[in-house]
């Protein structure tokens, strides 16, 4: 099975474009809905958030905002998070890969927003950073419910640059050019990794020490 770490930071487009490799008949395993799915009533993150920062979880689900309000307070508590979180995370998306291995699936595409930040581009064949310009990005990202030109700035200030990400990726899929563009684009690198002489690229690791988090 060849494996696809699709990354990016956010508003680049990424979700539409993990749609697309789907279009093509490849697993989707998103970090996201992970996340969310440890946060909810019964998920295995709940009892460790509660320990770590009281008052956040509610009716045996952590609650986003309180969440981010108690990240907010402290400087240190986004590690102690992700010393909880990114575990968790990294066992379930083993167990659904072996799953999906065992089914026979040929092509999966891990869409971790953090992929190189949190090193996860060890474990994959290559790399597809999705990118646009910082234009069309901001003008996305400030038209969500709720975002605020200090929430958009403080979430880039814990992503790599967009212009780094790029440089380590593999492949790139430009979001700003359309969505044909980046239909186009997908089917092509399909193609690519598909190909009997495919060859995979030598990984580029990174070093989440070095990162912003």
């Given amino acids: 099975m060849i494996l696809l770490g699709l990354t990016g930071s956010i508003g680049m487009g990424k979700s539409t474009t993990s749609a697309m490799f789907a279009d093509h008949g490849a697993l989707i395993w998103n970090a996201d809905d992970a996340v969310h ?29 309180r969440l981010a309000e108690a ?65 069309t990005q901001r003008r996305r990202v400030l038209a969500r419910p709720g975002m605020t030109e200090a929430r958009f700035e403080a979430i880039l200030a814990r992503q790599l640059p967009d212009a780094e990400k790029r440089r380590r990726a593999d492949f790139v899929i430009d ?25 995979r690229p030598v990984r580029r690791l990174s070093d989440p020490a070095e990162t912003p988090h």
């Fill in 37 to 65: 799915a440890l946060y909810a009533t019964g998920g295995a993150a709940v009892g460790p958030i509660a320990a770590a920062f009281p008052g956040v979880v509610v009716d045996g689900a952590v609650d986003r905002t």
């Fill in 71 to 135: 990240l907010g307070r402290d400087d240190t508590a986004f590690r102690r998070l992700e010393a909880i979180v990114h575990p968790l995370v990294a066992a379930g998306r083993l167990a659904d890969l072996d799953a999906a291995r065992a089914a026979g699936v040929r092509l999966a595409v891990l869409d971790i927003p953090l992929l190189f930040e949190t090193g996860g581009d060890r474990a994959v064949d290559a790399v597809v950073v999705v990118t646009a310009d910082a234009e």
């Fill in 175 to 199: 979001t700003g050019r359309g969505l044909d563009a980046a239909r186009a684009r997908v089917a092509e690198i399909v193609g690519i990794v598909q190909s009997p002489d495919w060859k």
